[in-house]
Each structure stands twice: as C-alpha cells, then as structure tokens.
C-alpha cells in the first residue's frame, strides 16, 4: 500500500516557476513507477513525467520537455516537479501516482493505482 500527498500549487504569473512536491509513504521502492499527471477542466488526464525511486533520470511527455523536470529526496520519500516558463495553458489539478511496474516508462493513467489528492496550479496570462 502507498499513500501519496501533493503540495506546492499555487497562483503564478506566465513565465513564473513553480516547484511541486509529491511525499510517499508506504511500500514505494525501486520496482515501483513514479509519476506526475494533470488534468485541465474539461480535458482528460495526461501524463507528463515518470522515474523509479532512486533512478536519477526520467522519462518525459514531449509537452514538457525541456520546461518541467523531476527530482527526488530519497531520504524523504519526495519526488518534486520543477516546472519553469509556465504558460496558462499549464493549468490544472496536477497529481501523483505510483504503481509496482515492469516497465516504468510510461504515461498511461491506467497503469497507475496509487494516487495523490492533487493540487491545483493555476498560470495567469
């Protein structure tokens, strides 16, 4: 069982930055995928970034590519979400997830069983 908690949303201007953090709790480990969605009103959900506790790279949806990159605490069970040069089309509630996977390269909602509350970011133009 893992237990995931987001924070860092907030209000930002175009241009701005925001760092979220995601912390686990429970049986996350390496064999684990570890991942960062969002989801705009009115749109499905979309996956944006995927690791491994303690990989030190990640695997990036193209629409964020070079803007938004992952970084962990692994002392702190925490995977952050550095996101840079946010435009408005960047709001949206953005979660956590995790799952026990073979693969851990991918973007799929559906391969994803543990899931944070969410937090919203909202980019004003």
């Known amino acids: 069982q893992v237990h995931l908690v987001e924070s860092g949303g907030g209000s930002v201007q175009a241009g701005g930055s925001l760092r979220l953090s995601c912390a686990a709790s429970?049986?996350?480990?390496?064999?684990?995928?570890w991942a960062w969605f969002r989801q705009a009103p009115g749109k499905e959900r979309e996956g944006l970034a995927t690791?491994?506790?303690?990989?030190?790279?990640?695997y990036y949806a193209d629409s964020v590519k070079g803007r938004f990159s992952v970084s962990q605490d692994n002392a702190q069970n925490t995977l952050y979400l550095q996101m840079t040069n946010l435009k408005p089309e960047d709001t949206a509630q953005y979660y956590c997830?995790?799952?026990?996977?073979?693969?851990?390269?991918?973007?799929?909602?559906?391969?994803?069983?543990?899931w944070g509350q969410g937090t919203q970011v909202t980019v004003s133009s």
């Open positions: 997830a995790a799952d026990r996977l073979g693969d851990w390269r991918t973007l799929r909602e559906a391969d994803f069983g543990y």
């Open positions: 429970g049986d996350i480990n390496p064999t684990y995928a």
């Open positions: 690791t491994r506790p303690a990989l030190p790279y990640a």
